[in-house]
RNA sequence: GGUCCCGUAGCUCAAGGGAUAGAGCAUCUGCCUUCUAAGCAGAGGGUUGUAGGUUCGAAUCCUACCGGGAUCGCCA
C-alpha cells in the first residue's frame, strides 16, 4: 500500500553466510498493511529486486526473508575501492559535521592518573576518534575539578612538602594528606619560587597560591600520563571558572526557577540503611524527580557552598552554550547514580533540543598470570597508569581496555597481553599487519616490480580471486564501512576491536591454507598476474587493518619481535 | 530498602528485534616438525538466571522474582 511505512525495514549482512550476501526483512514487515501472507509477498517483491545488475539471484528463505546473493563480479570492485580511496575507506558523513562533546577522564588533578582511570580515558578517546571518523566536529573535554575540598587538602600537602624543601624534618604525612612523593617536586618549585615567603603568611594567603601552582603541577603529570596512552584534550575546563568573576552557576538554577523546577524542602533519609548522622535539613533542591529520577538532588551544602552536581549543572548549560547538541560523558562505574539527574538537567536546560549519552565504564581488575594484582591506596601499592603502560605498552592496553563492552566488567592479565598467540587478541591482530607487510616485503625477491603496491593493484586481474577463502575476506573487507557507522552510531568502539579480530583471522586462515595448498599463497612464482591479484587483496586487507586500528589509536606495526 | 549495571558453552566473552545463538581458551580426534616461526583441520559442548507479557519473530523490549557488582543529602 502506498501508505505503508518502510519503518522497521531493513537490508543487512546476514549472520549465516550460507543465507546470502544481503538480506532484507521488507515482505515479513509489510506483511500485515499489505494484507498478504509473508512468503506470498516476498514471491512478489523477489523478482523486482532481482533487476538489479549487482543481484545474482534473490530466494526466499524461512519465515520470508529474501536473501540476495551478490555477482562475483561485485566483490573485485570492493577492493579497487579500498586501494583507491586509501585512508578515505570507511570514512562516512553520518556525522554531518554535528557537533559532540565528548568528556572523559576529567580525574580529580590531586596526582597521577592511576589504573583505575585507563579505561575511561581509552574507551573516550576511541569513541572521539569514531565520531571524528563518521563525520562529526568532535571535541575532546576533560573536566577539571578545581573547586573542591580536595584542591585544598591538594595545596596544604603541598604546602607541607614546601617547608620539607626548606630542610624542615616534617615527619609523618598527617592522615587526611596526600602523602605521594609526587608532590615533593610541587614542594621544591614553591621554596624556589617564594623562597621562605610563604612561611610568614596565614594559610587563607598562602593557599591559593599553592593551590594554583600545584593544581598546574598536578595537570602537567596528568596529561603526561595521557599523552603516554597517546590521549590528548582539546579543551581542560575549569570547575572553578564557573564562579569567577560570573557565577554561572547562580544563572543555572535561575534558569530552572524559572521553569519551577527549584524549590526549598529536605529530603527523606535514606532507607535500609540507619545513619547516626543523619539530621533533617531543609536545602535548595532541583526536581528531578520529573525527569525520573528516585530524589530530588541538593543543589547547595550546609556549608552554603554549591555542590557537585550544582556546578556539574552549569557545566552542562556551558557546553550546550558552547553549541554542543550532543554531548557524551564517560564515566567510571561508581558515577552511575549521577547519570538520571545529569540527564534531567540536560533535558531541562536545553529544553529538549540537546543529546546527552553516559557511558559508563566498569571496573578493570588486574591479573598477573591468572593471580589478582592486590592495591591498597593506603599501604600506597595501587599501581598507576604510567606503569602499566610501560610495563605492556599502549597499544596492548588500548586494545584490551577496548576489547570489551563498556558497561561489563574487564579482567586485564599483565602476562596474557603480552603473549604472542591467537589467545591474545592485541598480538593476534597486530600479527596480521605485520604478516602482510612481510609478504609485501617478500615479493620483492621473486616479482620485485610488484613491490610498489597501491594503485597499480586496483589495475590488477581481481577476478582471479575466486577461492572461497579469498572471497569470504573480500567480503570481511566490504563490510567495514557498515561495522564503522554501527558502531559510531551505538557509541561502542568494541565493535571495531572485534571486527579486527575476525578480519586478522580470516587472514590468517588463508595464509595458512598456503602451508598445504602452495597454489594458494599469496606470492605464487610460477604466475605473475594471480601474484599481482593477490597483493592487491594483502594491501587490502593490511589497508583495513590499519584503519580500524586508527580509531582504536594503536599502531600498526611492520613486523613483531 | 531505593536506583543503576551485569547474568549467554566448563572458563573469558560476542551477537543493530531476525533464520540452526557465535568466537577464543579448555577437552577430545586427526595432521604438521620448517614449506609462509609464534601451528593447522575437525568434533563434542546451550531450556541465553527463573516465570510471565508484547511481536510474524525475543539473549535483545516490558513486568515480577533470583543471583552478583556499584551506589545512596553536606566527597568528587
Same mark, same amino acid.
Not at 526549598?264 to 540507619?274: D, N
Not at 529544553?351 to 591506596?377: H, I, N, W, Y
Not at 586494545?399 to 599483565?414: E, G, I, T
Given at each position: 500500500?502506498?501508505?505503508?511505512?518502510?519503518?522497521?525495514?531493513? !537490508?543487512?549482512?546476514?549472520?549465516?553466510?550460507?543465507?546470502?550476501?544481503?538480506?532484507? $526483512?521488507?515482505?515479513?514487515?509489510?506483511?500485515?498493511?499489505?494484507?498478504?501472507?509473508?512468503? /506470498? !509477498?516476498?514471491?512478489?517483491?523477489?523478482?523486482?529486486?532481482?533487476?538489479?545488475? $549487482?543481484?545474482?539471484?534473490?530466494?526466499?528463505?524461512?519465515?520470508?526473508?529474501?536473501?540476495?546473493?551478490?555477482?562475483?563480479?561485485?566483490?573485485?570492485?570492493? +577492493?579497487?575501492?579500498?586501494? *583507491?580511496?586509501?585512508?578515505?575507506?570507511?570514512?562516512?558523513?553520518?556525522?554531518?559535521?554535528?557537533?559532540? $562533546?565528548?568528556?572523559?577522564?576529567?580525574?580529580?588533578?590531586?596526582?597521577?592518573?592511576?589504573?583505575?582511570?585507563?579505561?575511561?580515558?581509552?574507551?573516550?578517546?576511541? !569513541?572521539?576518534?569514531?565520531?571524528?571518523?563518521?563525520?562529526?566536529?568532535?571535541?575532546?573535554?576533560?573536566?577539571?575539578?578545581?573547586?573542591?575540598?580536595?584542591?585544598?587538602?591538594?595545596?596544604?600537602?603541598?604546602? +607541607?612538602?614546601?617547608? *620539607?624543601?626548606?630542610?624542615?624534618?616534617?615527619?609523618?604525612?598527617?592522615?587526611?594528606?596526600?602523602?605521594?612523593?609526587?608532590?615533593?617536586?610541587?614542594?621544591?618549585?614553591?621554596?624556589?619560587?617564594?623562597?621562605?615567603?610563604?612561611?610568614?603568611?596565614?594559610?587563607?594567603?598562602?593557599?591559593?597560591?599553592?593551590?594554583?601552582?600545584?593544581?598546574?603541577?598536578?595537570? /602537567?603529570?596528568?596529561?603526561?600520563? =595521557?599523552?603516554?596512552?597517546?590521549?590528548?584534550?582539546?579543551?581542560?575546563?575549569? *570547575?572553578?571558572?564557573?564562579?569567577?568573576?560570573?557565577?554561572?552557576?547562580? #544563572?543555572?538554577?535561575?534558569?530552572?526557577?524559572?521553569?519551577?523546577?527549584?524549590?526549598?524542602?529536605?529530603?527523606?533519609?535514606? @532507607?535500609?540503611?540507619?545513619?547516626?548522622?543523619?539530621?533533617?535539613?531543609?536545602?535548595?533542591?532541583?526536581?528531578?524527580?520529573?525527569?525520573?529520577? #528516585?530524589?530530588?538532588?541538593?543543589?547547595?551544602?550546609?556549608?552554603?557552598? &554549591?555542590?557537585?552536581?550544582?556546578?556539574?549543572?552549569?557545566?552542562?548549560?556551558?557546553?550546550?552554550?558552547?553549541?554542543?547538541?550532543?554531548?557524551?560523558?564517560?564515566?567510571?562505574?561508581?558515577?552511575?547514580?549521577?547519570?538520571?539527574?545529569? @540527564?534531567?538537567?540536560?533535558?531541562?536546560?536545553?529544553?529538549?533540543?540537546?543529546? +546527552?549519552?553516559?557511558?559508563?565504564?566498569?571496573?578493570?581488575?588486574?591479573?598477573?598470570?591468572?593471580?589478582?594484582?592486590?592495591?591498597?591506596?593506603?599501604?600506597?601499592?595501587? %599501581?598507576?597508569?604510567? *606503569?602499566?603502560?610501560?610495563?605492556?605498552?599502549?597499544?596492548?592496553?588500548?586494545?584490551?581496555?577496548?576489547?570489551? @563492552?563498556?558497561?561489563?566488567?574487564?579482567?586485564? #592479565?599483565?602476562?596474557?597481553?603480552?603473549?604472542?598467540?591467537?589467545?591474545?587478541?592485541?598480538?593476534?591482530?597486530?600479527?596480521?599487519?605485520?604478516?602482510?607487510?612481510? %609478504?609485501?616485503?617478500? %615479493?620483492?625477491?621473486?616479482?620485485?616490480?610488484?613491490?610498489?603496491?597501491?594503485? $597499480?593493484?586496483?589495475?590488477?586481474?581481481?577476478?582471479?580471486?575466486?577461492?572461497?577463502?579469498?572471497?569470504?575476506?573480500?567480503?570481511?573487507?566490504?563490510?567495514?564501512?557498515?561495522?564503522?557507522?554501527?558502531?559510531?552510531?551505538?557509541?561502542?568502539?568494541?565493535?571495531?576491536?572485534?571486527?579486527?579480530? /575476525?578480519?586478522?583471522?580470516?587472514?590468517?586462515? =588463508?595464509?595458512?591454507?598456503?602451508?598445504?595448498?602452495?597454489?594458494?599463497?599469496?606470492? &605464487?612464482?610460477?604466475?605473475?598476474?594471480?601474484?599481482?591479484?593477490?597483493?592487491?587483496?594483502?594491501?587490502?586487507?593490511?589497508?583495513?587493518?590499519?584503519?580500524?586500528?586508527?580509531?582504536?589509536?594503536?599502531?600498526?606495526?611492520?613486523? =613483531?619481535?
Amino acid at each position: 500500500p502506498a501508505d505503508a511505512s518502510i519503518e522497521g525495514i531493513t !537490508l543487512e549482512a546476514p549472520k549465516d553466510a550460507a543465507h546470502g550476501d544481503l538480506a532484507t $526483512n521488507a515482505a515479513m514487515v509489510l506483511a500485515k498493511p499489505s494484507g498478504l501472507p509473508p512468503r /506470498d !509477498l516476498a514471491q512478489r517483491l523477489a523478482p523486482l529486486i532481482a533487476v538489479d545488475s $549487482n543481484v545474482a539471484a534473490a530466494e526466499i528463505a524461512g519465515p520470508g526473508f529474501i536473501n540476495l546473493t551478490l555477482e562475483r563480479a561485485f566483490w573485485p570492485r570492493v +577492493l579497487r575501492m579500498v586501494l *583507491e580511496q586509501a585512508g578515505e575507506y570507511g570514512r562516512s558523513t553520518i556525522g554531518q559535521g554535528r557537533a559532540v $562533546n565528548v568528556e572523559y577522564v576529567s580525574a580529580n588533578p590531586t596526582g597521577p592518573m592511576h589504573v583505575g582511570h585507563c579505561r575511561g580515558a581509552v574507551f573516550g578517546d576511541a !569513541l572521539a576518534n569514531l565520531l571524528a571518523f563518521t563525520g562529526h566536529a568532535v571535541t575532546r573535554e576533560y573536566y577539571v575539578n578545581d573547586a573542591g575540598a580536595q584542591v585544598d587538602v591538594l595545596a596544604r600537602s603541598a604546602y +607541607l612538602r614546601y617547608r *620539607e624543601a626548606l630542610g624542615e624534618d616534617i615527619g609523618e604525612i598527617p592522615e587526611g594528606l596526600y602523602p605521594g612523593d609526587y608532590l615533593k617536586p610541587v614542594g621544591e618549585a614553591l621554596a624556589e619560587t617564594y623562597r621562605r615567603d610563604l612561611l610568614e603568611m596565614p594559610e587563607s594567603e598562602w593557599l591559593p597560591l599553592v593551590r594554583g601552582i600545584a593544581l598546574n603541577k598536578m595537570l /602537567d603529570l596528568i596529561q603526561d600520563d =595521557l599523552a603516554a596512552l597517546g590521549i590528548s584534550h582539546d579543551v581542560f575546563f575549569s *570547575e572553578r571558572s564557573l564562579t569567577e568573576g560570573h557565577d554561572q552557576i547562580a #544563572d543555572t538554577i535561575a534558569d530552572l526557577k524559572a521553569q519551577g523546577l527549584i524549590y526549598t524542602g529536605s529530603l527523606p533519609p535514606p @532507607k535500609g540503611k540507619v545513619d547516626e548522622e543523619w539530621e533533617d535539613r531543609e536545602q535548595l533542591l532541583f526536581r528531578s524527580t520529573e525527569f525520573g529520577d #528516585d530524589m530530588d538532588r541538593p543543589l547547595v551544602k550546609s556549608d552554603g557552598a &554549591y555542590t557537585y552536581f550544582a556546578a556539574d549543572m552549569a557545566y552542562h548549560r556551558d557546553k550546550f552554550r558552547r553549541g554542543f547538541n550532543d554531548m557524551i560523558d564517560v564515566f567510571g562505574a561508581d558515577h552511575s547514580g549521577h547519570v538520571r539527574r545529569m @540527564k534531567a538537567t540536560v533535558a531541562a536546560l536545553t529544553g529538549g533540543r540537546a543529546t +546527552l549519552d553516559v557511558k559508563l565504564c566498569q571496573l578493570v581488575r588486574l591479573f598477573r598470570g591468572g593471580e589478582p594484582v592486590k592495591m591498597s591506596k593506603r599501604a600506597g601499592t595501587f %599501581v598507576t597508569l604510567r *606503569e602499566v603502560v610501560d610495563e605492556v605498552g599502549a597499544g596492548s592496553v588500548r586494545f584490551m581496555m577496548l576489547y570489551r @563492552k563498556n558497561d561489563a566488567p574487564l579482567d586485564f #592479565d599483565f602476562a596474557k597481553v603480552t603473549e604472542q598467540s591467537r589467545d591474545n587478541p592485541v598480538f593476534y591482530v597486530q600479527y596480521a599487519h605485520a604478516r602482510a607487510s612481510s %609478504v609485501l616485503r617478500n %615479493v620483492e625477491g621473486v616479482f620485485p616490480d610488484l613491490r610498489s603496491g597501491g594503485r $597499480n593493484l586496483a589495475e590488477a586481474d581481481l577476478d582471479r580471486l575466486n577461492d572461497d577463502s579469498e572471497l569470504a575476506l573480500i567480503k570481511r573487507i566490504a563490510h567495514f564501512p557498515r561495522i564503522v557507522e554501527a558502531a559510531a552510531a551505538a557509541h561502542e568502539p568494541h565493535r571495531i576491536a572485534f571486527y579486527l579480530y /575476525d578480519l586478522a583471522g580470516d587472514f590468517h586462515g =588463508l595464509w595458512n591454507r598456503g602451508k598445504d595448498s602452495p597454489q594458494l599463497r599469496f606470492i &605464487y612464482d610460477s604466475d605473475r598476474e594471480l601474484t599481482r591479484a593477490r597483493l592487491a587483496l594483502v594491501v587490502s586487507t593490511q589497508r583495513v587493518l590499519a584503519l580500524g586500528l586508527g580509531i582504536l589509536g594503536v599502531d600498526a606495526m611492520q613486523e =613483531l619481535h
